[in-house]
């Protein structure tokens, strides 16, 4: 396994330990709450005539209204640790515990005149004298200028005040250190993906890691940074936001990295999925969240499956990790386990990243292996045996017999020598340096065989350029395979032609008896030409090898 | 002598051509250029030869297919090539010599020396190649038992019981195999290893009498050197 995970996983632990040992709690017990507008100070008193109050009321502006909730608390509090209470209510709002005014928040009642005050969840101290056991009344006295429809009491939360002060702030301590650890694989994959714009699953990890990082801030900043009741529905609306794109993304990532058939209509078919959930159920983002998050996860999962059914890399370890974050969701609260599930397949991506990081750099080595046998191949052109020991047989022969001849065969050769020198590092060369590289070499062949050689050439554009002594290579096999026309003379060339979709070289032979054989097709010299077309343009390269009436036709087109 | 010289390479051809006319002056009886294959096998199927002088990397093909078909001929082969590394595979299919390029006149001269003086090939062959009636292949040496003269001709006996017909004399191929076989006779070249006893019949006989209960003669003048050298 890799050795990156050893930080997540103890990371994880941390979490799963922390939110299962939390915070002591107390037992109490809710009742129903009732509801009333209007605003009479005696509304507060702790045995007050309920039964012309309501279980649902209407608003529609910020006037005032009154909520009463029983609360039965069934322990004996600790001595000299005071309870608290969060709550959860819309609006702007005054709390009393059992008729005795608590805390404040904001200004109920006023809130157009005053302005947004108070902030969305708060905290407020009993009194130790008003907290024994038994059953109390909480009524709230609020407002809800911004948000009429959202009338009601949605929940007491009684605990020690103590615990309700720093809950949040613990929990956020937590889920930020994966804050943190997201926003910096975010950056850390965009700048993979600038090095290499190519990559575009680096991007998509990258803008999921960044999503959740801005997941992450959006759910957990309340609790440094309070907000008012008013932008809570922003907030909200943005986390669902903020989720469908993740959930959008995830599959997609894994559809890039274990890609499986029909996959266009399959990612449209799951996209419509998610709009349907979104809109569907657009009022309760709890539920949107934990849906689309199961729908990434099916998805997700099914895709990594066929990768582990096709046998590709990565998929098996990321196959394991899916269903363990299903288990931590079944396991601990929603929120932990959103961020713990997403943390897993988190790894899994960042494991399948590493192996395709593996995988990149195995090839670029590959390549450089490459690059340099091809750079010894063109250097061992000079001095393979046939060439050289033929040359020098032949060099031999002029010096005993035409010294003033052989002379000028040194100095081809030299030439020839000379310019292969100047090529031998180059992946491209000007396309006038090969042609003279060709013209040097039939002069030497011309010594040797005896036979005229001719050289032509046709559209050539002097800017261009090519892999070195590839048209020396196709020249080679012409000299080697053929045989002199009646006028033993052989000739070569080279055409170039340019339009729209590709550039094209055609190199023509012009003799006797050109052999179609074997030795043809697959001979080295073919596949150092081939070895050369993809290392300078990669699969956008075709040669095609053919006999006509006068000879030999190549054509080798490079694509734009 | 009647010489072929199988060469691509022109002005290598025309070099081996005017040093081998200066080596044999009048005993040239004819020598001819060809820088095909195709054309050195047919004129090697039609004409009596004595050498032929052999490149082995002509026009890009290999030269081994026109090797195996030159020394299964009644002739001589000595390949001039520049690939040093082909050699020890040449000497093992039965060349006489291997002349590596660049050369001069009087390496040239030491392979045209063997032909003449009959000295033995200084790498051990490996393999035998025979005609038959579609195709040539290679009899490994180690399977010859021995070989008898049959004219222009050698029988070669095989460790299985076989037969095959070698296109070379028994003068010849006892210059190519190794020193393993011995001229017993006239008419025979035996492998030595293969040889349990020699048997002294009535009046003054010798025979050679193999594992496999075969009987050679030994020439009755060969008979005392044999003896001192084997036994």
């Given at each position: 396994m890799n050795h990156k995970f050893i930080p997540f996983l103890s990371l994880l632990c941390i979490l799963v330990l922390a939110s299962a040992c939390a915070e002591d709690r107390i037992a109490y017990k809710q009742g129903k709450s009732v509801m009333k507008l209007g605003d009479e100070p005696g509304?507060?008193?702790?045995?007050?005539?309920?039964?012309?109050?309501?279980?649902?009321?209407?608003?529609?502006?910020?006037?005032?209204?009154?909520?009463?909730?029983?609360?039965?608390?069934?322990?004996?509090?600790?001595?000299?640790?005071?309870?608290?209470?969060?709550?959860?209510?819309?609006?702007?709002?005054?709390?009393?515990?059992?008729?005795?005014?608590?805390?404040?928040?904001?200004?109920?009642?006023?809130?157009?005149?005053?302005?947004?005050?108070?902030?969305?969840?708060?905290?407020?101290?009993i009194p130790s004298h008003l907290a024994g056991k038994g059953e109390h009344v909480i009524a709230i006295r609020s407002s809800l200028y911004y948000f009429p429809d959202h009338v009601g009491v949605f929940g007491i939360e009684l605990n020690y005040y103590d615990n309700l002060l720093t809950k949040g702030p613990i929990r956020t301590s937590f889920m930020h250190i994966f804050a943190g650890a997201l926003l910096l694989a975010s950056i850390y994959f965009l700048f993979l993906f600038l090095s290499n714009k190519k990559e575009y699953t680096t991007l998509i990890f990258s803008i999921i890691c960044f999503l959740l990082f801005v997941h992450n801030l959006l759910e957990f900043f309340i609790s440094y940074a309070p907000i008012h009741y008013k932008v809570h529905h922003t907030r909200l609306n943005a986390l669902e936001m903020v989720m469908l794109s993740v959930s959008f993304l995830v599959p997609l990532y894994f559809s890039k990295q274990f890609p499986y058939p029909r996959q266009k209509v399959l990612l449209v078919v799951y996209t419509?999925?998610?709009?349907?959930?979104?809109?569907?159920?657009?009022?309760?983002?709890?539920?949107?969240?934990?849906?689309?998050?199961?729908?990434?996860?099916?998805?997700?999962?099914?895709?990594?499956?066929?990768?582990?059914?096709?046998?590709?890399?990565?998929?098996?370890?990321?196959?394991?990790?899916?269903?363990?974050?299903?288990?931590?969701?079944?396991?601990?609260?929603?929120?932990?386990?959103?961020?713990?599930?997403?943390?897993?397949?988190?790894?899994?991506?960042?494991?399948?990243?590493?192996?395709?990081?593996?995988?990149?750099?195995?090839?670029?080595?590959?390549?450089?292996?490459?690059?340099?046998?091809?750079?010894?191949?063109?250097v061992k052109k000079n001095i393979q045996p046939h060439f050289l020991l033929n040359t020098l047989t032949s060099l031999v022969d002029w010096v005993e017999e035409a010294p003033k001849k052989g002379v000028m065969f040194i100095e081809a050769l030299a030439k020839e020598f000379d310019l292969f020198n100047q090529i031998e590092d180059q992946t491209m060369i000007p396309i006038t340096q090969e042609i003279e590289l060709c013209k040097s070499h039939l002069e030497i062949m011309e010594y040797r065989k005896e036979i005229s050689y001719f050289w032509e050439e046709e559209g050539i554009d002097l800017e261009q350029k090519v892999p070195p002594a590839i048209f020396h290579t196709l020249l080679e096999n012409g000299i080697t395979h053929s045989l002199p026309l009646d006028d033993n003379s052989i000739r070569f060339k080279l055409v170039h032609e340019s339009n729209d979709e590709y550039r094209s070289y055609t190199f023509l032979t012009f003799a006797l008896g050109v052999r179609q054989g074997k030795s043809r097709e697959e001979g080295t010299g073919l596949k150092y030409i081939k070895a050369r077309l993809t290392e300078s343009y990669q699969s956008k390269w075709s040669l095609d090898s053919e006999s006509t009436e006068h000879g030999w036709k190549n054509v080798i087109k490079i694509y734009h | 002598m009647n010489i072929l010289i199988v060469e691509d390479e022109s002005r290598v051809a025309k070099r081996i051509e005017r040093m081998t006319r200066d080596i044999f002056g009048k005993d040239l009886q004819s020598l001819t250029h060809i820088n095909t294959l195709e054309e050195a096998l047919a004129f090697i199927e039609s004409h009596s030869l004595d050498v032929v002088l052999l490149d082995l990397n002509l026009n890009g093909e290999d030269g081994f297919d026109l090797l195996k078909a030159a020394v299964s001929g009644s002739f001589?082969?000595?390949?001039?090539?520049?690939?040093?590394?082909?050699?020890?595979?040449?000497?093992?299919?039965?060349?006489?010599?291997?002349?590596?390029?660049?050369?001069?006149q009087d390496r040239l001269t030491q392979a045209f020396d063997r032909i003449v003086s009959k000295e033995r090939a200084e790498k051990e062959v490996k393999y035998l190649a025979v005609k038959t009636r579609h195709r040539i292949h290679l009899i490994p040496v180690e399977d010859v038992l021995y070989g008898k003269g049959a004219g222009a001709y050698t029988e070669l006996f095989l460790a299985d019981g076989t037969k095959e017909l070698h296109d070379k004399s028994l003068e010849k191929l006892e210059q190519l195999l190794s020193n393993a076989f011995e001229r017993v006779h006239k008419s025979y070249l035996v492998r030595m290893s293969a040889v349990k006893e020699i048997i002294v019949a009535s009046g003054s006989k010798y025979m050679a009498a193999l594992k496999n209960g075969v009987q050679i003669p030994i020439g009755r003048t060969r008979y005392k050197d044999i003896k001192a050298k084997w036994f």
């Open positions: 509304w507060s008193a702790q045995d007050l005539d309920e039964h012309d109050w309501e279980r649902r009321i209407e608003l529609t502006d910020g006037r005032v209204y009154w909520s009463r909730t029983k609360v039965e608390i069934l322990d004996t509090p600790e001595s000299l640790r005071p309870f608290g209470v969060i709550p959860h209510v819309y609006g702007e709002y005054e709390v009393f515990w059992d008729g005795v005014l608590i805390g404040k928040n904001g200004n109920p009642g006023r809130e157009l005149e005053l302005g947004p005050e108070g902030k969305m969840w708060k905290a407020f101290g419509g999925v998610l709009l349907l959930l979104y809109s569907f159920k657009s009022d309760n983002t709890f539920i949107i969240t934990r849906d689309m998050s199961f729908a990434m996860s099916v998805f997700s999962l099914g895709i990594v499956v066929f990768g582990v059914y096709k046998k590709m890399k990565g998929a098996r370890l990321v196959l394991l990790t899916l269903p363990s974050a299903v288990l931590i969701g079944l396991a601990t609260s929603f929120m932990v386990s959103l961020y713990a599930g997403i943390s897993l397949i988190l790894l899994g991506m960042f494991y399948v990243h590493s192996l395709r990081i593996k995988e990149q750099r195995l090839a670029y080595e590959n390549s450089l292996v490459q690059s340099t046998r091809l750079k010894l191949e063109l | 001589h082969t000595i390949v001039v090539s520049a690939y040093k590394d082909q050699a020890i595979t040449a000497f093992e299919y039965g060349v006489l010599d291997f002349v590596p390029k660049p050369f001069n």
